[in-house]
Every structure is written in C-alpha cells, then in structure tokens.
C-alpha cells in the first residue's frame, strides 16, 4: 500500500511517499480502508522533531492521528458487524490508503455524513468540544477566539455565537477574518497589526473579554491575556512555532483571571474523548460544521503541510485517498 513516511526529522519535504507492507487486523483490531486523513498544527511540530520526548516517533514513521474510511478486515475477537461500516478512529500512521485501528476506538459515522466532514471533526470537534466546555460561556458575554480562522478556532466561533455569546474572532489575513464572519462573529480583527488586543477592548465597551479561547500561543496569547476582564476564563492551547503562551501566574492571580492549559493536563480518558467525538459528528446536523478549505492526495502531503506551516489554510485541510482539491496548483503555493 501506498503511505507517507518520515525518514528524518525537518521540513515539509521529510514527507515521503513510499510502499509499505499492508497491516493485518490483529486480536481487537480492525483494518480501515481510508478515505480522508485528519491534519492538524501537531503534525507539522513532531515531522521537525519537535516534543520528541512527549511524543516519541522512532524513525521511520507514518504521521497522522486520526482517520475516516470503511471497515475492510477484522481481527480476533472484533465483531464482524463492524465490516462495511463508514468510521472513524485516532489511530498511529493515518496517512496511508489503509490503517489499523482498536476496535474499541470506532466511532460509527452518523448516516448522511461525508468522510471529509467527519474526518475534519476527529482532533479539531472534539478540542473545540472539550475547550468551550472549559471556557464556561454565557450567553451576552464578550468572548475572544484567536487562530479564529483554523479547524478548531472556527468551530469554536460557531459554539460561542450558539451559546448567545457576543463572538470576536481574531486571526492574520482577511480571508480568515471573512470565514469568522460568515460563522457567526461579529466582530473581526487582524492580529497581524500593532495594536488589536486595544481594539478588541474598545469593542467591548472597555470592559473586557469574559472569556478567551487562545489558539494561537506565544506572543499573540499573552497580548490576548491583556484583553481579559478582571474574573474572566483564559483557555490557551495554542503553539505559535512551537510556543505556549506563558501566561504570569501572579499577573492572573492579582486580576482575579482563571488560566487554563489544557494541553499541561492528564490525558482525558478514553470513554470521555470517545464521547466527546460521537457529539462532535452531530454537530453538522446542529448546523455547526467544519470549513474544509482543501483536500490533497496523498502524494501532496508536502505541500499540506507547507500551507498549514505558513498560515495559508483557511478553516480546515486534509488528506484524501483520491484526487483531492488543493487550494491552489503547488507552483503557486510556495
């Protein structure tokens, strides 16, 4: 079978397409014949080495966390009821046309829904999912949602604004801020300029965000951090170049602002990410869905991560077992 593999740690142009032995199911396991391979910001880290000893990949390595396709084979043990079935499942080595999964770890894919769709909801649902019920928002409050133009961020503006909370999306070039809009904010800035964490708060009449969701980490997290008001939710889990935000422990306490950093917690276990992934498929009936701005075959996994690298993929990217639908031709990507 065909697969992308890591043969050394580095840049966009480490992702190799190679042969590779088929997997066969073992004991609780299946075999997913894959449609669409989830992409996210993390990929891109460890392809460079980066948390290698959080998240340690011997090489070689298949990248890719998590998958949607057809059951094909079960192993021992696996109820054969599972064969045919559309899913869904975080695995090890999901860019591949096929990828071994735990049984235990299928999630049905609700009828009606399309492999991409879902595919886009496997990391970034259930993060938005988890990260908002964190944020604990009210409706009429001012929440601020950075990266607001990525998979998570823009699921994150879509949760906010049901919630009946007044939405300022934050994120780098009009396109994204234009996305933002169109889902629901209702008031978009541009961190790439001198100056927004000041205009978010005159937006809010001077006081302040009830809540942020920093998705982008580093510097743009703590100019975010400014912007809260005295007792409001700070939710940070972005990692701008591989940098969290960092936010001053007695900064927070003295203004009375509650700082969350989900990515420092224990693993959630596995029954609640499950769950949290069966409410994330929903969501689309609900009308809040991802914004998949491109799919690449599988031979182009190089330039998906370019784009997601230099902040050019609106919404959501990912990999498909097919032609796909890049954005723009490679030549013009880069």
Do not use: C
Not at 152 to 171: H, M
């Amino acid at each position: 079978m065909r697969a992308i593999e890591v043969r050394a740690f580095g840049g966009p142009e480490m992702l190799v397409l190679a042969e590779r032995p088929e997997p066969v199911a073992g004991s609780g396991q299946v075999l997913i014949a894959v449609a669409a391979a989830d992409i996210i910001y993390l990929d891109t880290l460890l392809r460079t080495g980066w948390g290698n000893e959080r998240f340690p990949r011997p090489l070689p390595y298949v990248p890719g966390g998590g998958v949607s396709g057809t059951v094909i084979a079960v192993g021992e043990d696996v109820d054969a009821g599972w064969l045919g079935k559309a899913v869904v499942a975080r695995v090890s080595g999901g860019y591949a046309e096929k990828a071994l999964a735990a049984a235990e770890d299928l999630v049905e894919i609700p009828t009606g829904l399309g492999h991409e769709t879902a595919a886009a909801l496997i990391h970034d649902g259930v993060t938005a999912l988890q990260f908002f019920a964190l944020g604990e928002v009210q409706a009429g409050e001012w929440v601020l949602v950075t990266a607001a133009g990525g998979g998570a961020g823009s699921i994150l503006v879509q949760l906010a604004r049901r919630a009946g909370a007044r939405v300022i999306a934050a994120a780098r070039d009009e396109e994204k801020l234009k996305l933002a809009r169109q889902l629901g904010a209702e008031i978009a800035v541009d961190y790439g300029q001198s100056g927004w964490a000041d205009r978010v708060r005159v937006a809010t009449g001077g006081a302040g965000l009830a809540a942020v969701f920093d998705g982008a980490g580093g510097a743009l997290g703590r100019e975010a951090f400014d912007a809260i008001a005295p007792t409001g939710r700070f939710v940070t889990y972005g990692t701008a170049g591989g940098e969290l935000s960092n936010i001053d422990a007695t900064a927070a306490k003295a203004r009375g602002v509650r700082v969350i950093n989900p990515l420092l917690a224990p693993p959630r276990p596995k029954s609640m990410v499950l769950g949290l992934l069966r409410e994330a498929l929903a969501l689309p009936a609900a009308g809040i869905r991802p914004h998949v701005w491109a799919t690449y075959p599988l031979e182009r996994a190089s330039d998906a991560h370019w784009a997601l690298m230099h902040r050019r993929v609106v919404g959501k990217s990912l990999l498909v077992m097919g032609q796909g639908r890049p954005s723009v031709p490679p030549e013009a990507e880069r």
